[in-house]
């Protein structure tokens, strides 16, 4: 007979992160919610209010990002660790490891997601989607992070329970996963504190960044949940998972497929063709161990939907594992080039993203919510009328804003391929996107349905915290852990990894290192991946500048820098996009949505406008292009280029492989000069009166330059 | 870059004997047990003897 150990679990951790998963949740989805509104009101976008040399920007370019890192990383991410630390300690049969780990956690992430809410808006940005922050954030959340799985390693070893039930399993997955997308993904090369370049380029880039990007979804906002869910939902219903085998062969299966599925993002674009249909391939597969996961949660169910009818959480948690497997559905059917070639660039990915967001990562974390903080607080939940009424408003608000927004994307993409009888196009661009803003606004009003509820769930939440009392340290107590294991005969073989979690952890790391390498090497390696065109040469200092000016303003939300290879785009932009016209991209600006048009080729054929015309369009993009809902970029006419600054960019710039002659960035600034004094003239030619050094004129120095390097010469590909 | 190259190298070696190992424990075809731990997972055990007198169940 073993003796009872007696220990304490620690419900602090659990109640931080649960408050900062609440308010963090609310702040993010109210800046969607702002976001949105911009796109169907966008005179209340506020753009460059000065602060010193930097300026303050609340325009969409600049929210979106604060936008998508506050719903990931502080709401989701916040939720994650909330799930973790209550589940890991009663799973394990321990406290933490480190109460003192846990809490440098805790206000690390914090202070970190703070950190990202005053730089985004500043504009200080790595111009790559959903890993915006700049080189110093990016480090702190790499000690943040290696903390965390410090913390949670240690526990796992002062184990009670030999065995590792599936949800640690989801997590170990994801600490390991998400270390090695965060490292690889932020080679960065700093010029200035809180400014730097992508190590990579063009075309390479954007396959680093979508590999990170994809798995980002999977391994931040999927595996993790999943293991959320593996816990909180038996919990919830009180009864077992359906299938465990299922579990463990799901679990294999999903984080061995996942880190393949990048390359969908990037259907149709200069990407090689081999590398698309391997992700193509992969994603499709996904369906899979998506599906077994969503299945397993759902048939957890059987037998006791009854009490799904009674029980709010569950509610909560069926329509959560419900929106997974439809979104899991969908995510293979976009992967398919035919339906990828209509999806991309258009709503339909925002409603496809937020049935996932809204639907499995919202409700499950509010289930989990409602679950837990009665549970620490040991007291019944304030309200169950309000969590009815939050869940039913959040359902509401989940079917407002992704109906219209399918509808939207549909619609977008059939007028944008439109031809006439006659074989012209029969759409312009703006009259694509006039006709969406009913749609923009449906979506709103769904977003706020969400928000509504998300904030009647913090009152509920407030209520019940304020009638209980923390149980900041439960008791517990269970047997020590047996010293010697015996090896059953005809043992199950998955058994012996689960009781070695370093091993495992080695394990996982090999599992999805493979997927990645292979995907990445190639390109790194074979250079005919990337034809090199000789006319392509690097940006002058000016439209450096410029460049550096379009990713700070997160103008790669909105507009694409990537013409595909299909008559409706080459009709409407020009020639399509080749890997070798990306070489000097640190980072690539391919973008991902076009709210607004294509830039790729801007500076060339019928797309060339005058520099006045882009002058006045900076200045006031609706008077220019009526319906326009692009912000206004007037205060650029006034603001000063940071001059500076080209020096050092330059000298990052040659440290990366771009070939500008030594020393070069001595005289840099003469050159940058002599452009700008050209531009300058030209508008003075239509009498527009401006100073050279300002930033409008960068910006239509860089505009002016894009996609006319090809249009020089015919295209030189390097046969080998 | 070519320090990036030989890492991979090893790396795409290691993760090839995983692979290996991995398809060969399978055959081994150990696929059996795996249900008690989806049961046990739902027992928090209460310290002996210990009833918290608030704690009282909203009566249905």
């Given amino acids: ?720 | 870059m070519s320090v990036l190259i030989l890492l991979i190298g090893f790396s795409i070696l290691i993760a090839g004997g995983f692979l290996l190992a991995f398809i060969w424990s399978v055959k081994r075809g150990q696929y059996d047990d795996d249900y008690t731990p989806s049961v046990r997972m739902l027992f928090d055990d209460k310290p002996v003897g210990e009833e918290d007198p608030s704690f009282k169940p909203k009566q249905k």
């Fill in chain 1, 1 to 720: 007979m073993q003796t009872l150990e007696k220990f304490q679990y620690d419900n602090k951790i659990v109640r931080n992160f649960a408050y900062a998963t609440i308010i963090w949740g609310v702040v993010g989805m109210l800046v969607g919610l702002w976001v949105a509104m911009l796109m169907v009101f966008p005179q209340w976008n506020i753009s460059g209010i000065g602060v010193g040399k930097e300026t303050i920007g609340l325009s969409f370019g600049r929210l979106r990002p604060l936008h998508t890192n506050a719903v990931i990383f502080a709401f989701v991410g916040n939720g994650i660790f909330m799930g973790y630390y209550y589940s890991l300690q009663r799973l394990l049969k321990t406290r933490m490891a480190s109460d003192m780990l846990s809490k440098i956690h805790f206000w690390g992430w914090q202070l970190i997601i703070v950190a990202a809410a005053i730089t985004l808006p500043l504009g200080m940005t790595t111009g790559k989607e959903y890993a915006e922050l700049e080189w110093p954030i990016d480090i702190a959340i790499t000690i943040i992070w290696v903390i965390f799985g410090w913390n949670m390693f240690a526990t796992i070893l002062k184990r009670r329970e030999r065995h590792l039930y599936v949800a640690i399993w989801f997590y170990i997955a994801t600490f390991v996963t998400v270390a090695v997308l965060h490292l690889v993904n932020s080679f960065e090369y700093p010029v200035s504190f809180l400014h730097s370049y992508s190590w990579y380029a063009g075309v390479q880039d954007a396959l680093v960044q979508w590999w990170y990007g994809h798995n980002a979804v999977a391994f931040f906002l999927t595996t993790p949940y999943l293991g959320l869910m593996y816990y909180f939902m038996p919990k919830a219903a009180n009864r077992p998972v359906f299938s465990y085998k299922l579990s463990i062969i799901h679990f294999w299966a999903l984080i061995f497929l996942y880190i393949w599925a990048g390359p969908h993002h990037l259907l149709y674009t200069s990407l090689p063709n081999w590398a698309q249909s391997l992700g193509i391939v992969f994603s499709f597969v996904l369906i899979f161990p998506s599906w077994g996961g969503m299945i397993n949660g759902l048939l957890t169910l059987r037998g006791a939907w009854d009490k799904v009818r009674e029980d709010v959480i569950l509610k909560f948690m069926v329509v959560a594992v419900t929106a997974y497997g439809m979104a899991t559905f969908e995510g293979p059917m976009l992967s398919l080039k035919s339906v990828n070639a209509i999806s991309h660039f258009t709503d339909w990915t925002i409603a496809h993203v937020h049935v996932g967001g809204l639907g499995w990562n919202g409700m499950l974390t509010f289930g989990i919510l409602y679950w837990v903080i009665p549970k620490i607080f040991k007291i019944e939940l304030f309200s169950k009328r309000l969590a009815n009424f939050h869940f039913w408003i959040a359902t509401l608000g989940i079917i407002f804003y992704a109906v219209p927004m399918y509808w939207a994307g549909f619609q977008q993409a059939s007028m944008w391929k439109q031809f006439t009888e006659a074989g012209q196009l029969k759409y312009q661009f703006i009259e694509t996107v006039t006709y969406m803003k009913p749609f923009y606004a449906i979506r709103s009003f769904g977003g706020f349905l969400f928000v509504t509820g998300a904030i009647v769930m913090m009152y509920n939440l407030f209520m019940t915290v304020a009638k209980g009392k923390l149980v900041a340290n439960e008791d517990a107590e269970a047997p020590a852990l047996e010293k010697v294991v015996t090896q059953h005969h005809g043992e199950h073989w998955h058994r012996r990894i689960e009781r070695r979690p370093i091993p495992f952890l080695i394990v996982t790391l090999i599992v999805i290192l493979i997927g990645g390498i292979i995907e990445l090497v190639p390109t790194f390696l074979i250079k005919s991946n990337v034809p090199t065109i000789s006319s392509v040469k690097p940006y002058t200092p000016l439209e450096l500048q410029g460049r550096d000016i379009y990713r700070r303003e997160g103008c790669y939300t909105c507009h694409s820098q990537m013409v595909r290879p299909f008559r409706s785009e080459t009709e409407r932009y020009g020639e399509y996009s080749k890997a070798g016209e990306f070489v000097y991209d640190h980072p690539f600006q391919w973008g991902s949505k076009r709210t607004g048009p294509d830039l790729a080729r801007e500076g060339t054929l019928n797309l060339k406008k005058t520099d006045t015309w882009h002058f006045n369009h900076m200045d006031d993009p609706q008077a220019i292009s009526p319906g326009s809902i692009m912000p206004p970029y007037s205060f650029m006419l006034d603001k000063e280029l940071d001059t500076a600054s080209t020096p050092a960019k330059i000298k990052a710039m040659r440290a990366m492989g771009v070939p500008y002659a030594k020393g070069y960035e001595q005289i840099a600034n003469r050159d940058l000069m002599n452009q700008a004094t050209t531009i300058q003239n030209n508008l003075l030619n239509d009498s527009v009166r401006v100073k050279a050094n300002t930033e409008i004129i960068a910006i239509i120095a860089y505009m002016q330059r894009l996609g006319t390097d090809i249009e020089k010469n015919k295209i030189a590909e390097n046969k080998n």
